[in-house]
């Protein structure tokens, strides 16, 4: 078995004991494999076991990737893109063109952006509102006071169907203390549902805190490292 493939199946018991152990259902958290500084290899060896989904990061990387593995399926379904990463919005267009999920959202001009570029060929770009929990005037994310206006506009956006919420809170080693900024996204998706609006999905959690992303009810955790190694950036260009 391959060191990814062996990682992969590591991280997909770590995420069934976390849904077992918050007594959620099996299968209520999806797994997204964060590909960014790794090449088209890489993505290939998890498609190999069955992964599906990739996070990336960096536009014009990604877009080489995307094109290296146009044509890999898993089952009969094609592999599906997640955009994460900060994006400018002159950097909109390819994301509109060639992913499939956007997570980082972090203000109405860019969801205003993806909805017009989007091909109306293609389904409707699948969008995340990311939050900033921690209230770091250096973190992208609408703040949870502003959430509920911003989701709503995006909502009513066409060519996109927002999904939920996305966010990535300060790095903490204990797991007690990881639970409160997860909680506080939880309370606030369930504030938006409360309101009206039909959402299904909160990303967070990453390889370090993944347990207590899912123990606060996660549905898609985002993890690069446990699965593909360290990241080494200067390798990148
Ligand atoms: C890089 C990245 C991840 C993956 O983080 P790991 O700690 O390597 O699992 C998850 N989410 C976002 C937004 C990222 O940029």
Same mark, same amino acid.
């Given at each position: 078995m391959s060191p990814i493939a062996a990682h992969l199946e590591d991280v997909l018991s770590r995420i069934t004991r976390a849904t077992t152990a918050a007594g959620r259902a099996d299968g209520s958290v999806r797994l997204l494999a964060v590909s960014k500084t790794f090449g088209a290899d890489a993505v290939r060896e998890a498609v190999a076991v069955g992964q599906r989904a990739f996070g990336e990061n960096y536009v014009q990387e990604a877009l080489d990737k995307i094109e290296a593995l146009a044509g890999e399926t898993v089952g009969a379904e094609p592999l599906e893109w997640h955009f994460i990463g900060?994006?400018? @919005?002159?950097?909109?267009?390819?994301?509109?063109?060639?992913? $499939?999920?956007?997570?980082? !959202?972090? #203000?109405?001009?860019? *969801?205003?952006?993806?909805?017009?570029?989007?091909?109306?060929?293609?389904?409707?770009?699948?969008?995340?509102?990311?939050?900033?929990? @921690?209230?770091?005037?250096?973190?992208?994310?609408?703040?949870? $006071?502003?959430?509920?206006? !911003?989701? #709503?506009?995006?909502? *009513?956006?066409?060519?996109?169907?927002?999904?939920?919420l996305m966010a990535i809170p300060e790095p903490e080693?204990?797991?007690?203390?990881?639970?409160?900024?997860?909680?506080?996204?939880?309370?606030?998706? $369930?504030?938006?549902?409360?309101?009206?609006?039909?959402?299904?999905?909160?990303?967070?959690?990453?390889?370090?805190d993944l347990e207590a992303a899912v123990a606060e009810g996660a549905t898609m955790v985002r993890i690069g490292t446990a699965i593909f190694g360290a990241r080494d950036y200067g390798a990148k260009a």
């Open positions: 900060p994006l400018q @919005s002159n950097k909109t267009r390819p994301v509109a063109e060639h992913f $499939d999920w956007v997570h980082s !959202v972090d #203000r109405l001009k860019i *969801a205003e952006r993806l909805s017009a570029q989007r091909p109306t060929h293609l389904p409707p770009l699948q969008i995340c509102l990311q939050v900033n929990i @921690s209230g770091e005037a250096s973190k992208s994310g609408v703040t949870p $006071d502003e959430a509920l206006a !911003v989701a #709503r506009a995006i909502a *009513a956006l066409p060519n996109l169907t927002l999904r939920g080693d204990d797991p007690a203390r990881q639970r409160e900024p997860f909680k506080a996204v939880r309370d606030l998706f $369930d504030a938006l549902c409360a309101d009206g609006l039909a959402l299904d999905t909160l990303s967070m959690g990453m390889s370090g």
